[in-house]
């Protein structure tokens, strides 16, 4: 971790990932090495080795507290509201198909349900319900969704 409490890496190469790329990312107390495909799926294992062997030097004596894999939240949830509980961001899938991008969705939609709260609650002066989230999911509906 000390190596990257200030930096971030990314690896090129068909080695790490012929399609997407290597990294390590520092995470608060840890560091994140990994490597993403959509093309070579199946070989994901050998890239993921290849990535830390490309940070071999830098993360030695590490552990490995964590091996996860994920697929990229690229299609809005079919159900992303539920009485006062709504989804905003990767976990409401908003990352764009054909880029990747998912960070000013997860900004902006957590932006534009935290604003129907404010102005469904009065402000805090009551309790929210499903009705006023809808704003949002309408709002959503209109302008972030039609761009995804
Ligand atoms: C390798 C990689 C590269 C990317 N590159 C780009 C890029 O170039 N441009 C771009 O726009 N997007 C990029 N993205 C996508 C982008 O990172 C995500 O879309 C974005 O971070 C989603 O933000 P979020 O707030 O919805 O979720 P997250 O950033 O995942 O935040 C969720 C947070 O909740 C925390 N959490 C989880 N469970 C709990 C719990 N039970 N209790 C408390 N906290 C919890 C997590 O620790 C995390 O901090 C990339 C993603 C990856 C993996």
């Known amino acids: 971790m000390v190596y990257y ?20 990312f520092p995470k ?9 495909t959509v ?4 070989d994901i294992k050998k890239f993921q080795l290849a990535t830390r062997n490309r940070a ?3 993360i030695l004596g590490g552990k490995i507290i964590r091996v996860e ?12 509201l539920l009485g006062r509980v709504a989804l905003v961001g990767d976990a409401a899938g908003y990352v764009t198909k054909c880029s990747g ?23 805090g002066k009551r309790m929210v319900d499903e009705s006023d989230l809808r704003r949002y999911f309408g709002e959503m509906g209109q302008g972030i969704l039609a761009y995804i």
Do not use: Q
């Not at 200030?6 to 399609?19: C, F, H, I, Q, T």
């Open 28 to 36: 608060c107390d840890h560091v994140a090495v990994g490597t993403g």
């Open 69 to 80: 894999a994920h697929p990229i939240p690229e299609h809005p949830r079919p159900r992303r």
């Open 101 to 123: 991008e998912g960070i000013y969705f997860a900004a902006k939609s957590g932006r534009m349900c935290a604003e129907a709260i404010v102005e469904g609650s009065g402000n």
């Open 39 to 42: 093309t070579h799926k199946g």
């Open 5 to 24: 409490e200030n930096l971030a890496e990314m690896y090129v190469g068909d080695d790490v990932s012929p399609d997407f790329y290597g990294w390590v």
């Open 56 to 58: 071999r030097d830098k």
